[in-house]
């Protein structure tokens, strides 16, 4: 049987919102089904660092979940998907993942990713970062979760800032094995 081609996609409100665009963007090319669960604070960024309003963010998805929608399908392991990336992470929201605490569809679905032993990529947005912080990263890390700081690969010889959003995602899609074709890959010196 062919594994289903969806993808929860979570959008906190740590700075960097565009990336959870660009990887919805991207995922719609590919034809993997999205559903979209966003923070009340990533509205707040969204609003703060884009011209994009939260109905374009829902457009760019198949499928949108309130984050209070703690019934969701995709709370729940018996409903496949490919995994789940958090773009971006605030450290909130990794916090409540390492610790379980999923009293909002976000850290719920993360929960149950974990759980079912599926891909959860994390793109943490914050520093300077404390030991809690790190400790944390580790947690996720040791749970079979994969923390990626949206970190820019300069060899990859950026023009803009969407170069650098493209390669990036193009890398975090790499993760689940999804080549999107947007990432400039390293050919050696």
């Keep these: 049987m062919t594994p289903p081609r969806r993808m ?34 990533a509205c707040i960024t969204l609003a703060a660092e884009t011209n994009f309003t939260r109905q374009d963010l829902e457009a760019l998805a198949t499928i949108t979940h309130s984050n209070k929608d703690i019934g969701a399908v995709c709370s729940s392991g018996s409903y496949k998907t490919l995994g789940m ?16 605490t999923t009293d909002n569809l976000l850290s719920r679905a993360a929960d149950v990713v974990l759980k079912e032993r599926r891909r959860l990529v994390l793109m943490l947005r914050e520093t300077p970062l404390h030991l809690g912080h790190i400790r944390n990263m580790a947690q996720v890390t040791e ?47």
């Design 8 to 41: 929860i996609v979570g959008i906190s409100g740590a700075s960097g919102v565009i990336y959870g665009k660009r990887v919805l963007e991207v995922l719609r090319d590919l034809e993997i089904e999205t559903h979209l669960i966003m923070s009340r604070a």
């Design 85 to 100: 990336i958090v773009a971006p992470c605030s450290v909130k929201t990794l916090a409540e993942i390492s610790t379980g």
């Design 143 to 189: 749970m079979g979760g994969i923390i990626y700081p949206p970190v820019p690969a300069f060899y990859a010889q950026p023009r803009s800032l969407d170069d650098m959003i493209d390669h990036t995602v193009g890398r975090v899609l790499d993760l689940f094995d999804l080549d999107a074709g947007i990432a400039r890959r390293w050919l050696g010196t």
